[in-house]
């Protein structure tokens, strides 16, 4: 699977982005997909995971009832929807997929990874 991330860029306090990752491969549909981030300096974070299905999403506490993660099997997407940004949200964004996740909340349990999209939030 090779995971395309998208949608990045410069937005001020408040604002919205929506972020995209296009996965190649016929079997998208049966990978957990994630969502991750790491600001300068600092350790990669879990921001949000959704199951094979779809059914289940999880986020990280600092996220929820702000971003939104979906996912369109029939366009072999994942996306995450990022509403009332704040400027401690400012990193790079990288989405990430495995077949089989234990918590999907910890970035080894993913094999793939796409390349990362700057998400900068001016204050």
């Known amino acids: 699977v090779q995971l395309q991330a998208s949608g990045g860029g410069l937005v001020q306090a408040g604002g919205s982005l929506r972020l995209s990752c296009a996965a190649s491969?016929?079997?998208?549909?049966?990978?957990?997909l994630g969502w991750f981030r790491q600001a300068p300096g600092k350790e990669r974070e879990f921001v949000a995971a959704?199951?094979?299905?779809?059914?289940?999403?999880y986020y990280t506490d600092s996220v929820k009832g702000r971003f939104t993660i979906s996912r369109d099997n029939a366009k072999n997407t994942v996306y995450l929807q990022m509403n009332s940004l704040k400027p401690e949200d400012t990193a790079v964004y990288y989405c990430?997929?495995?077949?089989?996740?234990?918590?999907?909340?910890?970035?080894?349990?993913?094999?793939?990874w796409g390349q990362g999209t700057q998400v900068t939030v001016s204050s």
């Open positions: 990430a997929a495995d077949r089989s996740t234990a918590t999907m909340r910890r970035d080894f349990e993913y094999e793939y």
């Open positions: 959704i199951s094979w299905r779809g059914i289940n999403t």
């Open positions: 491969g016929r079997t998208f549909g049966s990978y957990a």
